[in-house]
RNA sequence: GGAACUGUGGUGUAGUCGGUUUAACACACCGGCCUGUCAAGCCGGAGAUCGCGGGUUCGAGUCCCGUCAGUUCCGCCA
């Protein structure tokens, strides 16, 4: 192994081109293949830009330290610096395959920077290895372009992110990792504090009440790319520490939020994949949302809307419908165009389905050529029947599913029916991307578990004008100045119009449960700094890691994020969470559990 | 907290209803040969007791139970 010597980079692999031949250059790179024939060495050397292939004949000296014996010992992933002469390959010999395919370099010298073992995987592979063990040892799985595609296109959305919100005046400022831990919301993550024994910091779910303060302070605009960290269990959208684009203006209503938000997404998409994004963007209110696709967040790129049939079924013959809207609930359902050549074996696991989502069964038509098959058909009448059809518009060779139940029941089952279905039937053009936005959610809603009501958004959010009677008489039905973005189904963010008056604030808290002396404790200083002066405000905040997750076409966030955690929440490259011994604890003021203080005894053993 | 799927040499897989296997194949690895390959080739070699622990059985990678890990989903995620 030697150092790069007198060596000194002139070019990277990938830039070379039939333009270089005749230069003499010095590469440097990892090994992605090497062809030994005995003879003559090819070495495909890798950098970030690219691959070109390195030859070495015994012209180079086959003598013993020589630079061709030294190749000879190069193995896949060894690191080299070489130096040599840029050719064009001898005819027939170039590979069209390859970028650099018209040349080669012919190498005099070789220096072998540092070796590497046979490796778990090769970066090359990783795509199909499991992900545990790309995880493991995630610098080699990174170790190839497609992920530093990945994580250039990140830098690129971030870039241009900022160049739009800087020409807009943003001002980009960073808000507390250690803050303090608040009682809304996702769980925290806990720090303790070595100077105040039995404190604690909290990590922040996301930089809430910093960046109102900022408001408060006169900055207008804010932007930040913010760390966020929530203790709570992963998805494949969901990490517990995750980055959001987060923004905050004053003097805006909903509309100027919203209209901004479309205008970088437009520029975003325009700049980055070449995209024409059509805005404004549709707006659905919650409502509407919940009632004709089952979900706050819906995806658009197909249809199966949810038609509701109450109404016509409310005097059925049959039982199942009549009983339902008798009892305050609805009976509403889906056309399935083309759902009539569904097997009785596909209708019984779409009714197993139903079931285990909430439903009590699903009822369902065939449309077929020889008329309407159910097995409710004895039950119901045929002109129900009829009026079923042309309010559905169902034709023959469509299936329509009913689902009889309380309407919320009946929002979620024919929601996640719905798509169920798109998926069957691959409704959904992938290449497709529909934004909604959702507006008018509810302020608060009730918490069983806890018998209180809770805040839907967070505590912050305002309230319409309008509906502020409400939240004495009908807190359920008081609407927030909230709106989230969706896309294809994902949430990607949401925001809302803030309160920005303390009377306004406390009688939220008052709401949700929070006794004044509470609030005072947890959250006085934000009162206090609502009566010094605060505009009227809102903003909004966006998952950064999933509307990349979306942009790329990618199943997980965790593909755009260097270090991912496990759906366990540790970290397989450094086994963190970990033990830790029992001095830091002592200066920490923490006592564990006697099962955890035997395993932090035993890592203190192996420590010393 | 719950459900489902996955777990075989370094990697990716095969292993059919439990009984021909000394658990097979490809790539990687080690040794040898080879001056134009780019999925280099040819010859030879080493390497897994089948995630872990129980159980059923005359006999288990193959069946059952438990457990661990990864993934997906539900709950949870203001």
Known sequence: MESSGELKRTHSCGDLSAKN???????????????????????DLRDRSGVVQVVLSPDAGDSPGSSFERASSVRAEYVLAVSGLVRRRPPGTENPRMATGEIEVATTELNILNTARALPFYPEDAASVDEALRLRYRYLDLRRPECWRIFNM???????????????????????????????????????????????????QSPQLFKQMLMIAGFERYVQFARCFRDEDLRADRQPEFTQVDLEMSFVDEQDIQRLTEEMLAYLFGKFLDVELSIPFPRLTYRESMRRYGSDKPDLRFGLEIEDVSSL???????????????????RGIRVPGGAGFSRKVLDELTQLAVEWGAHGLAWFILGEKGVRSPLLKTIKPEEIDALLSAMGGQTGDLLLLIAAQRQTAEEVLGRLRLHLAGMLDLIDDKQFSFVWITEFPLLEYNEDEERWEAVHHPFTSVLEEDLPLLKTHPERARARAYDIVLNGVELGGGSIRIHRRDLQEQIFDAIGLEAQDAQEKFGFF???????????????????????????????????????????????TGAPAPVISKQLRELHICCSQENKKKEQNEEQTDS
Not at 154 to 159: K, L, S, V
Not at 538 to 556: K, N, P, V, W, Y
Request: glycine fraction near 10%.
């Open 21 to 43: 031949a005749g230069q003499d250059v010095v590469l440097m790179g990892w090994v992605q293949k090497r062809r030994d024939h005995g003879g003559v060495i090819f070495l």
């Open 154 to 204: 990140r830098q690129r959305a971030a870039a241009l992110i900022r160049e739009f919100l800087t020409k807009r005046n943003f001002l980009e400022i960073e808000t507390p990792i250690l803050t303090r831990s608040t009682p809304e919301g996702a769980r925290d993550y806990l720090v303790p504090s070595r100077v105040h024994p039995g404190e604690f910091f909290a990590l922040p």
């Open 313 to 331: 079924l409310a005097e059925s013959s049959c039982r199942v419908f009549a009983g339902a809207v008798k009892s305050g609930g609805v009976v």
């Open 527 to 573: 009162l206090e700094a609502l009566d010094y002066g605060a505009p009227p405000h809102g903003g909004i905040a966006f998952g950064f890691d999933r509307l990349l997750m979306l942009m790329l076409d990618l199943e997980t966030i965790r593909d755009v994020i260097p270090f991912p955690k496990t759906q366990k929440a540790t970290c397989l490259l």
